[in-house]
């Protein structure tokens, strides 16, 4: 019985920390899959995606995008569901100030 309850405590303290993780998983697939799927993008123009998760943010997920035309800038996207798929922010890694005209893969969401 006492194993049953420290397993149950342990099952329950982790729960948490798996579904974010499971979550992050998703949204960085869910992107992957519109960036190659909807805007026609070949999977080596993707440098690198990752999902990032705050406690208290708004959205809580979102996934940075990194292109391998523009390694520099790093583009936000929100992927809550399928039907709300979209970019809306970028920053460049060096602190540099870009307009959005002067970038190749901007196109906020509307």
């Given amino acids: 019985m006492k194993k049953i309850l420290i397993v149950g405590i342990i099952i329950i303290l982790l729960a948490p920390f798996c579904t974010v993780h499971i979550k992050k998983r998703l949204y960085e697939k869910r992107i992957e899959n519109y960036l190659i799927e909807d805007m026609s993008y070949r999977k080596e123009a993707i440098q690198s995606i990752e999902c990032n998760w705050h406690f208290s943010g708004l959205p809580s997920y979102w ?5 391998s035309d523009e390694t520099n800038i790093v583009y936000i996207y929100f992927a809550h569901d399928k039907d709300h798929i979209g970019q809306f922010e970028y920053y460049t890694i060096d602190g540099t100030t870009l307009s959005p005209e002067q970038l190749k893969h ?3 969401y509307d």
């Fill in 63 to 67: 996934v940075n995008v990194i292109f």
């Fill in 106 to 108: 901007f196109k906020r």
